[in-house]
């Protein structure tokens, strides 16, 4: 009898006292359920963006001027952001671990930020605008891995790409249409009050990020086993759905320790290759950061430099949710990772070559494509560590992490003596971007080097307790 065979036969769980259909059913209203609830982070992730990428559109309306910015000082105030935000991001995912309550941990960081973001509209030089930007770094840096793990624990492998896409599309939006709204309170609230409408941009934004945290304290799931409102049946159905598809319990025996799960992940080199590629992807998207400045480069009033940013991000959440649908359904994710890049290079390339106002704005909608390719990168990133949750909430926020590195060295390489052209700062994206796609495609051989072993090694093995994976386990490549 093969070791398949055994280990079907040996499996016992909730499929084997629901009928097919009636399993089925089930799982169709659970995962219509946990996507309900999980779709406030589209709101929540749309905010996180708004409030760490403000800056940007304060720019346009005296941010710099009025706080006495000078030299690198802007891009270092863009760039501190990301020190809190790589240091705390391992440790704060260890501690959700452990917790097991993202309920609380998310919507308390977001509390944080928000309060820092609305303190950041009464600054008045760089030295308390730093330590702002600063703090705010240390708050939203739970906010990303959490958010990534908390997923990973209820959708499988096969889902994950589309909910990685649904629930990070909100940061895509608020890139557009985060430009939309501080377009109107940067018109609407001028003079207010004898306050800037930068600083109005800052309180408004900061406080509705309070409001909604608080209400997400009684929207947002735990994990499956600690989740209240499952009735028992759901519950040992999202449990047992994760197992049969290879992953690791969060409770129950064979649990890993968060230290023991701390030593897997830095002993992997796998961390270490993602973590280097994703530090140079990010390079490759610092243009993000800028994207106000570059639209201004068209030569339009802030009104209208902000409300042109808003198109090329509405097409790529729309392509975004396409190539990860057929990324699940294909259960491959390095071509569609390519086919994103690739997009993103001709954009690239198109600005380098021409200051044409109506080619360099098509240029954007190529570029803002990239978004896609990360969110499916991030799915592939849990799936490839999906075995033991322990490793996976350090594996993914050390690799969010590292990635802070990338944002960093991208703040400064958009200098206004590059401008208005930014060939210099668009050919340094193109390069980047090469680079991680080359790094990229090297894991992707790996990885199916060892689906190809995994392969021998269950038609070869003669006790399924000899094997590494569990029987049919594989990873998506």
């Given amino acids: 009898m093969s070791a398949l065979t055994d280990a079907k036969s ?75 935000f790589s240091a705390m991001q391992v440790p704060a995912n260890m501690f959700l671990h452990w917790l097991e309550k993202p309920a609380i941990l998310i919507p308390c960081c977001m509390v944080i930020w928000g309060l820092v973001s609305t303190l950041t509209g009464i600054t008045q030089n760089y030295t308390q605008v730093f330590l702002a930007r600063l703090l705010l770094g240390f708050a939203e840096a739970p906010f990303f891995p ?21 629930v990070t599309c909100g940061g895509v939006l608020s890139a557009g249409f985060g430009s939309l709204f501080a377009s109107g309170i940067l018109t609407g609230m ?15 934004e900061g406080g509705m990020t309070v409001i909604v945290a608080i209400c997400a304290f009684f929207i947002l799931p735990n994990f499956p086993h600690n989740t209240t409102w499952l009735t028992p049946e759901e519950r040992s159905l999202a449990i047992t759905r994760l197992a049969d598809d290879g992953y690791g319990r969060l409770d129950g025996p064979g649990k890993r320790g968060t230290i023991q799960g701390l030593w897997d992940a830095l002993s992997d080199w ?55 649908r057929y990324s699940d359904n294909a259960k491959k994710r390095c071509m569609y990772i390519f086919a994103s890049s690739a997009l993103a290079a001709l954009g690239f390339i198109i600005s380098i070559c ?22 499916i990168l991030w799915a592939w990133v849990n799936n490839t560590f999906a075995r033991e949750p322990a490793k996976r909430a350090v594996a993914v926020a050390l690799i969010s992490a590292m990635s802070a590195v990338g944002s960093i060295v991208g703040s400064y390489l958009w200098p206004l003596i590059w401008g208005p052209t930014y060939r210099y700062s668009y050919a340094a994206c193109l390069t980047a971007l090469g680079v991680s796609s080359v790094m990229l495609g090297v894991m992707h051989l790996h990885l199916k080097r060892v689906n190809e072993q995994i392969e021998r090694n269950e038609q070869n093995a003669k006790d399924i307790n000899d094997l590494q994976f569990p029987v049919g386990f594989r990873y998506l490549v």
């Fill in 10 to 84: 040996e499996t016992v769980h909730v499929s084997s006292v629901l009928s097919s259909y009636a399993r089925n059913d089930l799982e169709r209203r659970l995962v219509r359920k946990l996507d309900l609830h999980l779709s406030v982070i589209v709101l929540l992730y749309a905010l996180n963006y708004i409030d760490r990428g403000n800056a940007s559109s304060a720019r346009l309306g005296g941010f710099e001027k009025d706080l006495h910015l000078h030299g690198t000082q802007y891009a270092t105030i863009l760039s501190i952001t990301y020190v809190g």
């Fill in 270 to 324: 796998k961390v270490w290759w993602f973590s280097g590629a994703i530090i140079i992807d990010y390079m490759s998207l610092s243009f993000v950061l800028y994207f106000p400045t570059i639209v201004a480069t068209m030569g339009y009033d802030v009104t209208i430099t902000l409300l042109l940013a808003v198109p090329p991000w509405v097409l790529a959440a729309i392509i975004a949710f396409a190539l990860s």
């Fill in 354 to 375: 021409t200051m044409n106002m109506i080619a360099r704005y098509a240029s954007l909608f190529l570029m803002a494509q990239i978004a896609a390719g990360q969110m």
């Fill in 190 to 204: 001028q003079g207010k009050l004898g306050q800037a409408g930068w600083r109005w941009m800052f309180y408004i």
């Fill in 146 to 166: 959490g958010i990534m793990f908390l997923i990973s624990g209820w959708y499988k492998r096969d889902e994950l790409a589309v909910r990685t896409t649904f």
